[in-house]
């Protein structure tokens, strides 16, 4: 094993050491963040609780609850982290159903929602709380 210690090591420390720091309130700059994205995989849910609806082949509706499932996952995944990097405290306060909507709207895409079952009302529901979500979300791009 070959051990470095004294001024060689602290010269190579301070060449890899970063030069700039950077800050941001989210992961990247902003733009990156949009409810588009749950808005179209929830609108695939829908449209597979649809298609599941009007075909009777069993591995057609197999599969189609497998997909509907990850899609669903993803719609979760992308509230998530809308709710956790770009919403911050003040779009809580300004905004206070912004809580009750993210849990609505990801318990609707999980098990008891879009997630367990292929109720088509239920991806219409999650729908409607990933575009009431949407509503707040532009007017803090705007403000």
């Known amino acids: ?56 082949d069993p591995e057609f509706r197999a599969r189609a609850i497998v997909i509907k499932e990850q899609r669903s996952n993803l719609v979760k995944e992308h509230l998530w982290v809308l709710w ?20 609505e709207a990801t318990k609707l895409a999980g098990a008891a929602g879009t997630k367990g079952s292929v109720d088509v009302k239920t991806a219409d529901d999650l729908l409607g709380k990933i575009a009431e979500i949407d509503e707040i979300f532009k007017a803090t791009k705007q403000g």
Request: proline share 8%; with cysteine; net charge neutral.
């Open 84 to 103: 956790t990097d770009y919403f911050k405290p003040p779009h809580f306060e300004k905004y206070p159903q912004l809580h009750g909507l993210f849990n």
């Open 1 to 56: 094993m070959i051990r470095y210690e004294g001024r060689d090591t602290q010269v190579l420390v301070n060449l890899l050491r970063p030069k700039t720091t950077a800050s941001a309130h989210c992961d990247l700059p902003c733009g990156v963040y949009d409810p588009a994205q749950a808005r179209i995989e929830a609108e695939s849910v829908k449209a597979i609780a649809e298609k599941y609806a009007a075909n009777q």
